[in-house]
Nanobody
Framework: QVQLVESGGGLVQAGGSLRLSCAAS????????MGWYRQAPGKQRELVAA???????NYADSVKGRFTSSRDSAKNTVYLQMNSLKPEDTAVYYC?????????WGQGTQVTVSS
């Protein structure tokens, strides 16, 4: 079992920045991928960034060059630094962890970008 707790969401003006955090606990030794997803109202949940155990990260085209995922292994925490935010980035952001074929989710944190 893996528990994930996100924090750092909020309201920001277009062009601003936010940093999301995701603290992992439980059986974290067997996590092979950690990711960030988002879901806007009326839309499907979509991948924002995914980082493998080896440290490589893939980003959605819509956030490349603006968002950066990083991790602090000592704190078992991953971060999503979001810069140059746009109104279309407004969504609930979820942290995820893959453990074999099982995917765990955090509770989500709201990010709202005003124009």
């Amino acid at each position: 079992q893996v528990q994930l707790v996100e924090s750092g969401g909020g309201l920001v003006q277009a062009g601003g920045s936010l940093r999301l955090s995701c603290a992992a606990s439980g059986s974290i030794f067997s996590i092979n991928v950690m990711g960030w997803y988002r879901q806007a109202p009326g839309k499907q949940r979509e991948l924002v960034a995914a980082t493998t155990r080896g440290g490589s990260t893939n980003y959605a085209d819509s956030v490349k060059g603006r968002f950066t995922s990083s991790r602090d292994s000592a704190k078992n925490t991953v971060y999503l630094q979001m810069n140059s935010l746009k109104p279309e980035d407004t969504a609930v952001y979820y942290c995820s962890a893959n453990q074999g074929s099982v995917r765990y989710w955090g509770q989500g944190t709201q990010v709202t970008v005003s124009s």
